[in-house]
């Protein structure tokens, strides 16, 4: 029975009925007591004042030495004469102190009619290494996988289209931090996935390598032209990036279901069931997570006094009746004169009114040939400029299809994070030779002690620690990559200590 | 030649959706005779006669505690509703093929909500006395066209103490009757040959209400949530379920597959829906509604009890749509479940889905085709026609009133 259904009460229950039988129970209404149950009772108590006195049921080792007669762990033949016996010696159970491990020999008590199941003591199993075995893990893993993709099949999308995802991306520090957040994603989605990656400053090894592992199906084409260094001409150049990625799909012809995914964007599994549900073009909500940047000095006052600043959406606004009513984009008035201009600049780096990423469209709309493409749809070749937002490819607006049901759910979240235009980082990540001489920091431009660092936020120097530790006399200082100054970044005080003198 | 035409396309379309109901990809019809059996209509097949008994023997108790209503061992409170309502009630007892006698044996409880069955064998004795007393119909066959609704523990051995329940035997009067219990293991003394076993009670309204989204992926491999050790009453393992549970949790305690635990956490109903493993362990019986709830919830039940007889088990196909783990294999629990190939535990699963099946593990209320109520009665349809040995001659007595222990002869 299910005896998580019936707590301890129960269990007292049943205690309880053993200490006053009398009344209830009418088995045991034997009120004459023949010498040998007086005998044994005897017998019983002295046992129980012998395993009072040691500290442990010695009763159990009597047994086994006397009426063994296999020697497995587990069970042995019945025993009649010893029924009574044990059904009484077991029954009180109150002065078991020592854990039993699991070589117990259980006393068994009289057999129902012939059955193979015996009531009574029995021992318990474990097998000799209780851990799993990662053979059958793996296995196990691959029956859940399985039975997932069954129930896909079943509850899932029906015909599940094909995901092109657009990403421009270019070789910088933090390169390798996004483009692997993204890829790892895409790895995850469930449908097929063909990634067109627009790289600025044309194709390099290092994109090539970073996306080689990802076993997904890509398409990798380099755009002339160097990533400016303000935020502005980046977007600029990003719209280009896409449109251009967008001629690809036309051309190639690809058949699915385009998104866009900013390689320092992070996206949600269900954003790629969500749009599977588009039909020509929708656009889900966008959570930014823009002002987190710079919670210091002047928001520290003031947190107090305004309620926790909620997390500003963009994305689609709907009416009562779950229609496409207006947009919600984002505020720029509170940070106004604040904003980064330069990509590597500590003040916050603002989206624009409606990013690319909020929106996600049919690859036929695309396609060249008319077929069944709706007519507010812009030709791409006939883009005289460049888009800021792929509205720009609608005539009217009010077609877009809200996803996420209506824009509530947010789905994925847009955030810049960048290190400084001149920070460096070994290439591919691999540190090849192991660093044997270091040069100190003193010879790069950069300042040390930046004016705007608040008085808590101490100069921490030596944030990336070369792991591989390296026999060298200059114990001066090392080298420095200062890769990571936008953010404060608290590294092990190890590092710091070791470090006694702060250039 | 247009006749025949028009008669083809009419024969054709009449078909066409017959043949495709047949490959819905998400329910697998339980095939061959067993399928069949589960949607039968008992209507017409047998009559039902309910005696009267003064509501002492049901109201009253039912009165007293209202809590009979809920727990699991309702069902015998539930079957009489049933049956007072039923279409295969009839109010001539001539011609009724089967007596039921409304006692609800079950619902003296403790405080905390658990059952006592020491005054059970007297209430039942009382009530055939008052039976064979007032109507002819249990002195002519003794109780074989009778059926009771025992849904204790142990069934009609009316103690919860497995040890108890051997000593005391069936009730001696009950010999010939037939049982309907939920108690089932092969070759023990409270499974009579001719029971009927049926489900513990599982309130389906509850069930329904904590449905979650189909497409939720299932992502617990095995998932149980119980006692391993009854510390109250045998610390040390052992006794309880014969081992299997504290065997369960030592061998399996280390094993992230594994999702067991003695915690009562509140999502108990939805975390089954995403396990693709439920495992029914014995107890102190045999038994028990976590069955009911990985048949209903779609998780496929890992029964690790020995001997057990599952419900309405020559109705419903187990082997096919459960996994039956000997409890000396239970150290080796995670090999024999991963060793299932994928297409096994998918056929399974969509057997599972079918709702049918679903339907015949619950009690619903009001009573719908194919729940257990008709499976009961298709049961003791199935049971019919009455040999014509059990008829006894006028005067003849088999059945010895006096037997079992002396506390049960006293009057209730």
Not at chain 1, 219 to 236: A, C, L, T, Y
Not at chain 2, 368 to 391: C, E, M, T, V, W
């Amino acid at each position: 029975m299910k005896l998580s259904a019936l707590p301890q009460s129960y269990l007292n229950r049943r205690s309880n009925s053993f200490r006053s039988p009398g009344p209830l129970d009418s088995s045991s209404d034997s009120a004459v007591k023949s010498p040998a149950t007086i005998f044994w009772l005897i017998l019983h108590g002295l046992c129980c004042l012998i395993s009072l006195v040691l500290g442990f049921r010695f009763s159990r080792l009597v047994f086994f030495f006397l009426f063994s007669t296999s020697s497995t762990n587990f069970y042995t033949a019945p025993f009649r004469s010893t029924a009574e016996l044990a059904k009484t010696l077991d029954v009180h159970s109150v002065l078991s102190t020592k854990p039993v491990s699991n070589l117990e020999l259980p006393l068994l008590n009289k057999t129902a009619t012939n059955s193979r199941v015996v009531v009574g003591r029995h021992g318990i199993r474990i097998r000799p290494w209780p851990h799993p075995n990662p053979i059958e893990v793996m296995k196990a893993h691959k029956i859940i996988e399985r039975v997932q993709k069954e129930q896909r099949l079943q509850f899932g999308v029906k015909d599940p289209s094909t995901i092109i995802v657009v990403t421009p991306t270019y070789v910088r520090t933090f390169q390798a931090l996004h483009l692997t957040g993204v890829m790892h994603s895409l790895m995850l989605v469930p449908y097929d996935v063909v990634w067109i990656l627009v790289e600025a400053g044309g194709i390099s090894n290092e994109t090539a390598s970073l996306i080689a592992k990802s076993g997904l199906k890509t398409i990798h084409v380099g755009f002339n032209q160097r990533m400016p260094n303000s935020w502005d001409e980046r977007n600029k150049l990003e719209s280009k990036m896409r449109l251009r990625a967008l001629r690809i799909v036309r051309e190639k012809k690809l058949d699915g279901i385009v998104m866009f995914a900013d390689d320092s964007n992070m996206h949600s599994m269900e954003l790629f069931d969500e749009i599977q549900n588009v039909k020509w073009f929708g656009a889900v909500s966008v959570g930014i997570l823009a002002t987190l940047a710079n919670t210091d000095e002047s928001a520290d006052q003031k947190k107090d006094k305004e309620e926790n600043p909620r997390m500003p959406i963009q994305g689609p606004a709907c009416n009562v009746s779950n229609m496409l009513a207006g947009w919600h984009t984002f505020n720029t008035l509170p940070f106004a004169g604040k904003s980064a201009v330069y990509i590597d600049d500590r003040a916050t780096v603002l989206p624009r009114k409606l990013e690319w990423s909020g929106f996600v469209f049919n690859s036929r709309l695309l396609w060249k040939d008319g077929g069944d493409k709706p007519e507010w749809i812009k030709d791409i070749d006939m883009l005289h400029g460049d888009i800021e937002s792929p509205l720009g490819l609608v005539k009217d607006p009010s077609v877009v299809e809200p996803l996420g049901s209506c824009g509530r759910q947010v789905l994925l979240w847009w955030l810049r994070v960048e290190a400084r235009a001149d920070s460096k980082f070994p290439p591919r990540w691999i540190i090849d030779p192991p660093l044997d001489i270091t040069v100190p920091s003193k010879r790069t431009p950069w300042p040390d002690a930046p004016p705007e660092l608040p008085a808590n936020d101490k100069p921490v120097m030596g944030i990336q620690e070369p792991i591989v530790k390296h026999t060298t006399k200059t114990r001066t200082s090392r080298s420095k990559r200062r890769s990571k100054r936008k953010h404060e970044t608290r590294t092990d005080t190890q590092a710091s200590t070791r470090h006694s003198e702060q250039n | 030649m247009g006749k025949c035409f028009w008669a083809f396309l009419f024969i054709a379309f009449g078909f066409a959706p017959s043949i495709t109901a047949e490959h819905n990809p998400r329910t697998e019809r339980i095939s061959g005779s067993a399928g069949d059996v589960l949607e039968d209509d008992p209507v017409g097949r047998l009559k039902v006669y309910v005696y009267e008994l003064p509501s002492k023997y049901n109201k009253k108790i039912l009165q007293k505690d209202p809590r009979c209503l809920s727990h699991m061992f309702a069902a015998e409170i539930f079957m009489h509703r049933f049956l007072l309502s039923s279409a295969v009630r009839t109010l001539n007892p001539e011609e009724a093929d089967w007596f039921y006698t409304p006692i609800y044996a079950t619902c003296d409880l403790t405080p905390t909500g658990l059952p006592l069955p020491f005054k059970s064998p007297r209430m039942v004795r009382s009530a055939i006395q008052l039976i064979s007393s007032s109507w002819p119909y249990w002195n002519r066959t003794e109780g074989a066209d009778h059926f009771f609704v025992v849904p204790h523990d142990f069934g009609a051995c009316f103690h919860y103490q497995e040890e108890k329940a051997i000593e005391r035997g069936i009730l001696p009067i009950l010999q010939r009757a037939t049982l309907v219990q939920t108690f089932g293991q092969r070759n023990h003394v409270c499974l009579k040959e001719g029971s009927i076993t049926i489900p513990p009670y599982a309130p389906p309204q509850k069930m329904q209400a904590r449905q979650i989204p189909p497409e939720t992926p299932r992502s617990i491999f095995v998932y149980f949530r119980g006692l391993f050790y009854d510390v109250n009453n045998d610390p040390e393992g052992g006794y309880y379920a014969r081992g299997a549970r504290a065997a369960v949790w030592e061998n399996f305690k280390n094993n992230l597959l594994f999702d067991i635990s003695t915690e009562h956490p509140t999502t108990y109903y939805e975390d089954m829906q995403r396990a693709i493993f439920c495992l029914c362990p014995l107890g102190w019986a045999p038994w028990s509604p976590r069955l009911v709830e990985a048949v209903v919830f779609g998780c496929i039940p890992v029964i690790i009890a020995d001997d057990i007889v599952l419900p309405f088990a020559d109705a419903i196909p187990w082997e096919e749509i459960g996994v039956f783990v000997a409890e000396e294999d239970v150290p080796k629990l995670d090999t024999i479940l991963t060793s299932i190939p994928p297409e096994v535990i998918l056929r399974k699963q969509r057997l599972l889905a079918n709702p049918s099946m679903k339907r015949a593990m619950l009690f619903p209320q009001p009573a719908l085709p194919g729940d257990a109520f008709h499976q009961i009665l298709n049961g003791l349809a199935r049971k019919l026609p009455h040999q014509k040995s059990i008829y006894l001659k006028p005067g003849k007595k088999i059945l010895n009133w006096t037997a079992g222990p002396v506390g049960d002869l006293k009057p209730w």
